[in-house]
């Protein structure tokens, strides 16, 4: 073992120690930690000043009681978090999620990622991540607002558009985030446009918020097809998930020529030979608000699958690109070998850390391309920052505008993951070329900032 190999053990081995059982927050400190190497050879100065022991650790983490009433009366107890995880690059940024799988562990796996992502966007912002345990399922419009009113009575104090911006993420989206700014406004008696993104476009938001992050996967993914000689034109493509960032990157797939036959939900999947019906997805899914076996029984030539992932749609297709969009660990080793039998040249990331550590290996054993979420899915924060701009200059831009800033920013992404893999000596690697320009830019601004 290098001496760096041994100082990144020895660093990791005090992480599982000092965060026993957030194995999620192990795996996304593992996943940047194994692209470290040959970086801290080059750079004795990030051991000296104990970079990555100061990463490791959050600059606050923040976890309080959320009390909210039912319609019927009944008093429910919540926790929510806020992890304001590194602000060497600007105000922390990232998401809130709600959903009941959520534990202090999770949110750290998230503002970890959101660091290096958020710098990878080369926009002026930190990395934090958010959320509560409340699931938001079958819950009424009435009890979502009384439980955001409650979430941000105590949540405001720790917020500002100049110390940590907010956003949705699984389980908020449009409609949380208005009832979440609206108490933040009420409380702090200011119209502080720039403290929360993913407004209403005509309360503050931006243009293309919503499509961002779905649209932004497939610019990055065909970036990454254009390099390898190829596109999106006349493939065949799986997106798992049927939210935000899976709607607007099957949209984006269709525009580009490709066809998605298979999404999904936490209750199964559908196969669509002849291309997911958008409106129809969305009718079910934005509109109904129902399970996505509904969307079969009203199209006839889809074939509903129970309790099954996406990934299963390759025994039934020759499946070309694969685009995790759905959720954390959802695609692993035995999908991996499914999706690489049915001929897949490239699984692109459109949600947080969706593939295992083992089907990564396995994907890049097959030289099947691997774009990983911090660079893949940075057009959603990075439309945020935009948001933020726009609220700061008290401006709103067009769609068009909007949308060529975005395309451009996932090309740079793209350039620079696929520069430093280059420059590494590792050309084709996206997962290290994200890791090292994402961790070199945060970590020369904490040198540069001193001890602290
Ligand atoms: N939750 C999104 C993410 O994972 C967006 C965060 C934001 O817009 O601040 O990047």
Same mark, same amino acid.
């Given at each position: 073992m290098s001496p760096s190999a041994k100082q990144i053990d020895k660093v990791f081995q005090q992480v599982i120690s000092r965060n026993p059982g957030e194995h999620e927050f192990h795996q996304a400190v593992r996943e940047v930690f194994d692209s470290l190497p040959t970086v801290l050879s080059r750079h004795p100065e990030y051991v000296e000043a104990s970079i990555l022991e100061r990463l490791c650790e959050p600059e606050r983490q923040i976890i309080f009681r959320i009390p909210w009433t039912d319609d019927a009366g009944t008093v429910h107890i919540s926790r929510g978090f806020r992890v304001q995880y590194n602000s060497a690059l600007g105000p922390y940024k990232g998401g809130l999620r709600f959903h009941p799988s959520v534990l202090l562990g999770t949110v750290k796996f998230l503002g970890f990622e959101q660091v290096f992502k958020n710098a990878l966007t080369g926009l002026p912002i930190g990395g934090g991540k958010g959320g509560s345990?409340?699931? !938001?399922?079958?819950?009424?419009d009435a009890e979502i607002m009384r439980f955001c009113q409650s979430f941000m009575t105590e949540a405001y104090r720790h917020? /500002?558009?100049?110390?940590d911006v907010p956003a949705g993420d699984i389980g908020v989206g449009r409609r949380e985030i208005g009832y979440l700014f609206g108490q933040y406004k009420r409380i702090?008696?200011?119209?502080?446009? /720039? $403290?929360?993104? /993913?407004? /209403?476009v005509t309360w503050g938001g931006s243009l293309l918020r919503t499509e961002a992050t779905g649209y932004g996967t497939v610019f990055f993914a065909e970036h990454m097809l254009r390099a390898a000689g *190829?596109?999106?034109?006349g493939t065949t493509a799986l997106v798992s998930g049927s939210g935000n960032v899976a709607i607007y990157a099957i949209e984006k797939v269709h525009e580009l020529g490709g066809t998605v036959v298979g999404a999904s939900d936490s209750s199964g999947s559908v196969y669509d030979p002849d291309g997911i019906d958008l409106d129809l997805l969305r009718e079910v899914k934005? $509109?109904?608000?129902?399970?996505?076996?509904s969307y079969a029984e009203q199209r006839p030539q889809a074939q509903y699958l129970e309790g *099954?992932?996406?990934?299963?749609?390759a025994q039934k297709s020759a499946v070309d690109v694969a685009l !995790?969009?759905? *959720?954390?660990?959802?695609?692993?080793e035995d999908d991996a070998a499914t999706l690489i039998s049915s001929g897949v040249t490239a699984v692109v990331e459109g949600?947080?850390? !969706?593939?295992t550590p083992e089907a990564i290996r396995r994907l890049r054993e097959a030289d099947v391309l691997f774009g990983p979420g911090k660079a893949a899915n940075a057009g959603g924060v990075a439309t945020s920052a935009l948001e933020m701009q726009q609220n700061a200059t008290r401006d709103s831009w067009s769609a068009e505008y909007t949308e060529q800033r975005l395309s451009e920013i996932m090309e740079n992404v793209h350039t620079r993951c696929a520069s430093t893999a280059e420059e590494y000596g590792i050309p084709g690697d996206y997962v290290a070329g994200a890791n090292i320009a994402g961790f070199t830019q945060v970590a020369d601004a904490m040198l540069a900032q001193g001890v602290i």
């Open positions: 345990d409340f699931d !938001p399922k079958d819950r009424s917020l /500002g558009d100049r110390v702090a008696n200011r119209y502080e446009s /720039g $403290v929360i993104t /993913g407004k /209403g *190829t596109s999106f034109d934005e $509109v109904s608000r129902a399970r996505i076996s *099954t992932r996406v990934w299963a749609v !995790p969009c759905a *959720t954390q660990n959802e695609l692993d949600a947080n850390m !969706p593939t």
